[in-house]
């Protein structure tokens, strides 16, 4: 029996249908990969952008690093800096307040030397008044002298002091500046042996003074000498006791003792002006041999130099403790480095009732 052959159906509509949609399927996916492909290399080139701008962040990062170590190290340099001008400044401005006083000081004691100049003038032409009648009276008093001076020259002059009073007391520096007239030379023979320092020409002048001045002592009066430095030391008899003019052998002795002093070390005033006040009876009239103001006072120095303003109130606080009423007749040598030291003296001879002279460089 034949086979009936079944004729099947072709479905057109459906194949047409999936063809589509494979298509639109297809078309998707390449649309996709299209876009995404475009996405990758949009986003690998933005990347690259922010990898280099995040370098060049680091890089000044780092270096804005350096720079603020730097710029620390610059700010503490200019703090230290600022500390030391501001120490420097007060520094100068401390200098700057001493050298006003110094110079105020300068001021007032040029002041003072040029009142002792024009009183110095008036004082000579009065002197030169009284120069017959002093020396009339000298050559009178030449039979009366103690001791004979003997030599060359006009000493005469120096008979303005007048040497007298019942008690004559006669001081001698002998600090290491009586050795020269200026420093250098006074450094020099502080180092000579001495002998030498013995010889220097303005001690042997001091020492020529002090034999004038014994030699114009009155018959009638008692005598003491004296040297100092940084101490005071009597030279005749017992420390402090008078002894009568009229031994000549006390006054010879004193001198040779006074020859054999070395002038050396500083000058204390002040130690000379309380010895005198332990003195009695006290003298009435005292001839200081002197060539500046004082180095030294009742305490030890602080420092090893001391300036001129301050030798000025080493001289004023020394002048509290002389005893009242006592004649101060100044014999001045003047060394170079103290411009004050005439007005100072001059000063007390004034205020004392005595007298103040500085001998010409030819005396005697």
């Not at 922010?50 to 200019?78: F, W």
Request: net charge negative; with cysteine.
């Amino acid at each position: 029996m034949a086979r009936r052959r079944t004729k099947r159906r072709f479905d057109v509509f459906s194949l047409s249908f999936l063809d589509v949609m494979s298509c639109g399927f297809g078309a998707v996916v390449l649309i996709f990969l299209i876009i995404n492909h475009a996405v990758d290399d949009e986003t690998k080139e933005l990347n690259r952008d922010l990898l280099a701008e995040s370098r060049k962040l680091d890089y000044q990062i780092d270096v804005g690093e350096e720079n603020l170590v730097d710029l620390t190290d610059t700010l503490e340099d200019t703090k230290r800096r600022v500390d030391q001008a501001k120490r420097e400044l007060l520094a100068m401005i401390e200098e700057l307040e001493r050298r006003r006083e110094d110079k105020d000081d300068l001021e007032a004691a040029t002041i003072a030397r040029i009142a002792s100049i024009e009183e110095l003038k008036t004082d000579i032409e009065t002197r030169e008044q009284d120069v017959e009648r002093l020396k009339a009276q000298e050559r009178a008093a030449e039979g009366n002298r103690v001791r004979e001076i003997r030599g060359e020259g006009d000493r005469q002059y120096l008979t303005g002091l007048r040497v007298g009073g019942r008690h004559v007391l006669i001081v001698l520096d002998s600090s290491a500046s009586m050795l020269d007239e200026t420093i250098v030379q006074v450094i020099r023979r502080r180092n000579m042996p001495l002998e030498r320092r013995r010889a220097a020409p303005k001690w042997q002048r001091a020492l020529r003074t002090v034999e004038w001045l014994a030699a114009q002592v009155p018959l009638d009066s008692q005598f003491q000498m004296m040297t100092y430095n940084t101490a005071a030391e009597f030279h005749v008899g017992e420390d402090g006791v008078w002894v009568d003019a009229t031994e000549p052998d006390a006054i010879d002795d004193a001198i040779e003792r006074i020859n054999e002093v070395v002038p050396e070390n500083g000058t204390n005033l002040h130690s000379l002006f309380v010895q005198i006040s332990t003195m009695n009876p006290l003298p009435d009239n005292v001839f200081l041999i002197t060539d500046g103001l004082p180095t030294l006072g009742e305490r030890a120095p602080r420092k090893s130099t001391v300036n001129g303003r301050e030798r000025r109130q080493l001289f004023e606080r020394a002048y509290r403790v002389l005893p009242n009423q006592i004649p101060m007749n100044v014999i001045m040598f003047p060394i170079e480095g103290d411009p004050m030291a005439a007005a100072a003296y001059w000063s007390l001879s004034r205020a004392t009732g005595g007298s103040f002279m500085s001998p010409s460089r030819d005396w005697p």
